[in-house]
């Protein structure tokens, strides 16, 4: 621990780098009135801190790095220094091309290692957690209070497993809390009163469906939403094997959520147990535009404005996914596609991707490849990739 | 002609490797093909696979677990070969990756391939034109890691090939090594500090966050010429060796061997996780 003395209406400042996640550095300081305050460092700033007399921040930086942070208070600044420590072996190492992203993603990946990470612009790891059981992550996102990562530990080869959970870790890793949710799927959200949000696979007379559960913050699960409260089931759907519908991507969506249905081919929104509208193909009470394109077997997307953009797996002829930007007006039942971006050469997600605006730019994931590219003007501005071995998981950006 | 690099980079109980130590490696990968016919499911069996890549004798029932088709879409099969002995492939060059577990099998089809439950289409997905499919046999069911057996399968529209027999992987890799550097050490135990080294062993960068053990073997009445066609095998050759497995990424590690005469002791830098069963750094220590 490194005791460092601070001035104005900061107290004392201690600043200790985490045993359990060697990236992370808990800051602690306290003030002589209750108020909140905030940690700038590495260009990146803390969220603020609840208002009190004690507080806590948590910083992320890459492995055996030392650096200057400020607490900031009511506009008084105390500056330090503080260093990480070295990664555990066995995580991947990612190389990076271009440049122009230098935002935090929280993006796990699975295969030779399973572990949910957050990677910073360079591709260096600033969080870490390995998943040692035999149990993939897909999702990972930061918490709603800036304090702890969440990520699901669950199996969607095959048969979906008993023993999956949300797992909600504090960025220093001191306190891990498993949230048991027998048959999760791909993905999961977390509203602003801490209540989350989880895909599970649902049976219903031997049938594979989907259900939506919602965690409260104590702990109570209630299923919010099943696949049969929206349709027919219809067994003679292509894959159908692998479940009826296949939801396998969640988004908040104002009051409701938003749910792609890989084997529907079709995104729904969701409230009050009800299909307000689904855009797609199978299901969908409005498709695209004549003239704009369809997806096939899509995965994350995301809506802004009045904007949609879907990562596309299959939509493409041979082994190509892309990326559609479609201007949706609901009440009209509206889609045109105003932007596609179909990269040369060639990328191919056949499973997960994921796609985010960021600013003028797009992030996509090509998931299966291992690659995260930040679009720009059509060209990829900024790559990176993984060692052969490992793939993405959905990619969320921290803010 | 073997060099000895005195003091200077070994005094006192640090033993400060640099590149000049560093022994020479170079390894063709000779993988073989099978074309078969295109889009249609294939036998694939494995029981005449009784050596692996390094020429050690494996059981094919028992020590083969996964079975793991990779498809590069824009690479030949000369690029893939350069490509596992640089260990510098990206997982953005394939574009297809299915597996399946043996379950102590050893026959499978193709047809049975999945990737997160995601069954292969053999008509769409195994095709002349879809590029270049590399089957990797595997120990343990980690992807990518474990490789025991290497194998390509071309389809070709010409082909009705639709069994295949993996044969020995002994030969695949052909290497040449030259253990020419040397270090002159004092009575351990030693503090190892590669921070400055820069290439390894097969003349690409070296990457530190690879290194995942460090091996120190004694090789009793054996020169530094006689090893260099048994690297590969630095526990199995050796009279005595001590491992040292890291935790956490590092530039460093503490060692503690007692010195011999009467013989070669090696320590090795090496990688797990990496293709390449070849290690980083290899170099002779010699009592000062």
């Known amino acids: ?399 | 002609m073997r060099v000895v690099l005195f003091c200077l980079l070994a005094c006192g109980r640090t033993l400060e490797l640099q590149d000049a130590h560093n022994y020479a490696y170079t390894g063709d990968m000779s993988i073989p093909s099978t074309a078969t016919a295109s889009g249609e499911d294939l036998s694939l069996c494995w029981e005449g696979l009784v050596e692996d890549l390094a020429c050690h004798g494996i059981d094919p029932a028992t020590d083969i677990e996964l079975l793991s088709l990779i498809r590069f879409p824009h690479l030949d099969e000369a690029e893939v070969e350069a490509g596992i002995s640089a260990d510098d492939l990206t997982q953005s060059q394939l574009d297809g990756y299915v597996a399946l577990e043996t379950g102590g099998e050893t026959c499978a089809q193709l047809s049975a391939f999945d990737f997160f439950g995601t069954p292969i289409d053999v008509p769409s997905e195994y095709t002349a034109e879809g590029g270049t499919y590399l089957l990797m046999l595997s120990s343990g069911t980690e992807p990518g890691q474990g490789a025991r057996m290497l194998q390509f399968l071309a389809p070709s529209a010409d082909s009705d090939v639709d069994l295949v027999d993996i044969g020995d992987g002994c030969g695949t890799l052909d290497f040449e090594a030259r253990i020419e550097g040397s270090i002159a050490a004092p009575e351990g135990p030693w503090t190892i500090d590669w921070t400055a080294l820069s290439t390894n062993g097969a003349g690409n960068p070296f990457e530190p966050t690879l290194v995942d053990r460090v091996t120190v073997g004694f090789f009793e009445g054996r020169s530094p010429e006689d090893l260099e066609q048994s690297f590969l095998d630095l526990e199995l050759e050796a009279t005595e060796s001590l491992t040292v497995e890291l935790s956490e990424v590092s530039a460093r590690a503490e060692v503690d061997v007692p010195l011999r005469s009467g013989g070669t002791t090696l320590l090795a830098l090496r990688c797990g996780t990496c293709s390449n069963p070849a290690p980083l750094f290899l170099t002779a220590l010699e009592p000062r």
């Open chain 1, 1 to 399: 621990m490194i005791l460092l003395l601070g001035c104005s209406s900061i107290g004392e400042v201690t600043a200790t780098t985490s045993e359990d996640i060697s990236t992370v550095v808990t800051v602690s300081w306290t003030t002589d009135r209750p108020t909140s305050g905030s940690v700038r460092y590495l260009d990146r700033e803390t969220p603020p801190t609840p208002v009190g007399t004690e507080h806590t921040a948590y910083l992320m930086a890459p492995a055996e790095e030392s650096f200057d942070f400020t607490v900031v208070v009511d506009g008084d600044e105390s500056a330090h220094e503080a260093e990480t420590n070295a990664l555990p072996v066995g995580l991947p190492a990612f190389q990076v091309t271009g440049r122009g992203h230098k935002g935090l993603m929280a993006v796990p990946v699975i295969g030779a290692s399973n572990a949910a990470l957050v990677l910073d612009g360079e591709g260096r790891i600033v969080w870490y957690r390995l998943e040692d059981r035999d149990l993939d992550v897909y999702r990972a996102r930061l918490s709603v209070d800036g304090t702890s990562l969440l990520y699901n530990a669950a199996s969607v080869s095959g048969d979906p497993d008993e023993d999956s959970e949300i797992v909600r870790v504090r960025l220093d890793g001191s306190k891990v809390t498993p949230i048991s949710i027998p048959l999760l799927a791909h993905d999961f959200v977390e509203h602003d009163d801490g209540t989350i949000a989880a895909m599970v696979v649902e049976y219903r007379d031997g049938l594979r469906g989907d259900a939506l559960l919602e965690i409260a913050p104590d702990g109570t699960q209630t299923e919010v939403w099943s696949a049969w409260d929206c349709w027919e089931v219809d067994a003679t759907l292509e894959d159908a094997d692998q479940g009826w519908t296949f939801a396998n991507a969640l988004d908040i969506d104002g009051d409701g959520y938003l749910l792609s249905l890989r084997n529907f081919s079709s995104i729904a929104r969701i409230s009050d147990r009800a299909c307000d509208w689904v855009f797609g193909d199978v299901g969908a009470t409005f498709g695209p535009d004549a003239g704009s394109a369809s997806f096939l077997h899509q995965h994350q997307f995301e809506r802004f404005d009045d904007r949609l953009l879907v990562f596309d797996n299959e939509g493409l002829a041979g082994s190509r996914s892309r990326v559609l930007e479609y201007r949706l007006d609901v009440d009209a039942g509206t889609a045109e596609e105003v932007w596609r971006y179909e990269p040369d050469p060639a990328q191919y997600s056949f499973v997960l991707g994921d796609v985010a605006r960021l600013e003028d730019d797009t992030l996509v994931t090509w998931s299966a490849q291992g690659r995260i590219d930040r679009v720009s003007d059509g060209e990829p501005i900024w790559t990176l990739e993984t060692p052969v071995g490992s793939v993405f998981g959905f990619n969320t950006v921290v803010p």
